[in-house]
């Protein structure tokens, strides 16, 4: 039995699937859901109805619960797990002090809409909470394979090594395997930006295009991830280590990546509307792409990727006319 106090914020299917790790470690959860209807049925059934309903909820381990505030109050280690277009929209209530000397531990791979800020700069500017005290949960990993049980890998990065190496414990199990990683900023925008490039894959592939240009798609992604990245924040890091290459390639490649599927439908003629509708989960790089934009006016780094997805899903571009441009400018 692990000692420590947890809270899990989030009742979608990563949060789902980190619930699981945690019962199978034997860690105590609070776990808080917005939709009272799922959290009922879990407590009556073990079953969340609504994500990854085949994983068995351990009553004895986790506590469904309503109230945020009891949830957070009570627990020393939060993991933020809401879709990131969504947590200042979760989080508005809580008082400013009550994440102070907690460990905030952010698995969403998203920004900030509108402030145009990662979500661990967000929690430090709300709430105060020392960088010591941040951490980052990246790594190629499906809500969906964790739940099958699929041997997976995560990535935990802090930028104290105590703090990354006490949530790589809390993770580390049957089928999960944890190391630590002291890149904070550089993991969340790899893993902000491989979501908009999975977009663009899908859209590729709606649009016929196959694997040999999604080859070179990916390649040039990469070199787009690392000329951003670097430019935001210079550090020797690398990028070809499971955290930041490793998730670019599942999201772009998987089955279930959400952001392929997205992109998927608008090459196929979906508007950006109906795709959203069609899905019930969220496209990450939808909101990401906005942001992105818009910091970049600062950095002016060269993302023709990006731009090119921009101009498909905010400046309503066809994308095999958008498509058509790109091409030229890959290599
Ligand atoms: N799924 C995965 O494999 C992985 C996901 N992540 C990241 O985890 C984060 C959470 O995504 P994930 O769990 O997959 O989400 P899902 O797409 O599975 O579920 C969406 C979640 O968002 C909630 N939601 C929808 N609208 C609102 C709203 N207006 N206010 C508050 N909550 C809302 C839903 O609640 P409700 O059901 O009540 O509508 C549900 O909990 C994302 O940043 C994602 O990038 C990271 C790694 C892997
Ligand atoms: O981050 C992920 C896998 O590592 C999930 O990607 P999607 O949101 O596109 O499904």
């Not at 309903?53 to 004895?60: E, F, M, P, R, T």
């Not at 969906?144 to 802090?158: F, G, I, T």
């Not at 090119?308 to 899903?313: E, G, M, Q, S, T």
Request: net charge neutral; hydrophobic share 45%; proline share 2%.
């Amino acid at each position: 039995m692990n000692n420590s106090k947890v809270a899990v914020i989030g009742g979608g299917s990563w949060a789902t699937a980190i619930v699981k790790i945690l019962s199978e470690n034997k860690v105590v959860t609070h776990w808080w859901l917005r939709n009272q209807k799922d959290i009922e049925h879990i407590r009556k059934f073990h079953h969340n109805p609504s994500y990854l309903s085949s994983v068995n909820i351990d009553a004895d381990i986790i506590r469904p619960t309503e109230d945020l505030e009891l949830a957070v109050r009570e627990s020393d280690i939060i993991f933020l797990v809401v879709p990131s277009a969504f947590v200042a929209e979760v989080l508005l209530h809580l008082d400013t002090q009550i994440l102070k000397g907690k460990i905030v531990v952010s698995a969403i791979k998203g920004m900030i809409p509108e402030e145009n800020i990662l979500v661990t700069d967000y929690i430090q500017k709300r709430f105060g909470v020392l960088e010591k005290d941040i951490a980052v949960i990246a790594g190629p990993c499906h809500a969906e394979e964790v739940a099958m049980e699929k041997q997976s890998y995560l990535s935990v990065a802090s930028e104290a090594r105590e703090t990354a190496i006490r949530i790589e414990k809390m993770l580390q199990c049957r089928f999960i395997n944890v190391h630590t990683i002291q890149d904070v900023v550089g993991v969340e925008y790899s893993a902000v930006i491989k979501n908009i490039i999975a977009i663009a894959c899908g859209v590729a592939h709606g649009l016929n295009y196959g694997d040999n240009f999604q080859a070179v798609l990916v390649s040039n992604a990469m070199q787009e991830i690392s000329r951003f990245v670097q430019a935001i924040y210079p550090k020797e890091r690398d990028l070809n280590a499971s955290a930041y290459l490793g998730d670019l390639l599942v999201t772009t490649y998987s089955q279930f990546s959400r952001n392929r599927t997205f992109g998927n439908m608008i090459g196929r003629g979906y508007s950006v509307k109906s795709a959203q509708m069609e899905m019930d989960m969220v496209a990450e790089g939808y909101y990401a792409l906005k942001s992105i934009f818009e910091i970049n006016k600062k950095y002016k780094v060269n993302i023709p990727i990006i731009t090119a997805v921009y101009n498909v899903i905010y400046e309503r571009i066809t994308p095999i006319i958008e498509f058509k441009i790109l091409q030229e400018k890959l290599n």
